[in-house]
């Protein structure tokens, strides 16, 4: 079991539609995929139509009342699943700070998952925060969507320093960029200035595009409703990309 989370410190960089889509495209690649959406707004949860509820909300979830199985729905699509939000995650920070060692929660959680799935993704709230230092312990690896602006860079060296600063040395950040526009001079020449800092930034980027912008109206990934467009193509060669880097991590580890 791979487990991905989708993360930015910045809200508006196409986080949800990135986590929904790479998962659909890993499950259209015949890997068991689970989405499990932490953040309370309920994004993911809409996109597939699955009501954002959870009996006994977060603090029953954490006090190990009910199990992660029990609560998974499936989808419209084969092989995806998803662990749905609940407005309660709004207090997540609070419930995990009552607990002893709360930055290992979500990865004892995770645990008994493993046999069922060979990817989960977490669909993750912005900011730092105690749940995001959670999420952060649970993860293989962290796909960081990045917009390319003049604050890109920045968000991108604040990550990299928390990852460093709190010495998690396991976690492998993979930044990517988001709703990119290669019509505009400024998002180009920031892609290539930030790609020849940051080596590590994935070289597909997924384009600012109307037929992302419709997963809202269509409540499903991409995949769902366009069976093959730019956008479509790209998040088919992101998926590539990253999962060359989850071989290469897994090939350095053992």
Known sequence: MNVLAVYSIKGGVGKTSNAVNLAYTASRNGYRTLVWDLDPQGASSYYFRIKAKIKGGSKDLLAGKRELDGLIKGTDFDNLDLLPADFSFRNLDLVLDAKKKPTQQLKKLLKPLAEQYDFIFLDCPPNISLLSEAVFKAADILLSPIIPTTLSLRTLEQLEKFIIDNDLNRLTLIPFFSMA???KKMHRDIMGNLMQKHPEILTTAIPYASDIERMGLERMPLGGYIKKSPS????????????GRINYKHEIEN
């Open 181 to 183: 526009d290669r019509r």
């Open 232 to 243: 479509t193509l790209a998040y088919d060669a992101l998926w590539r990309e990253i999962l």
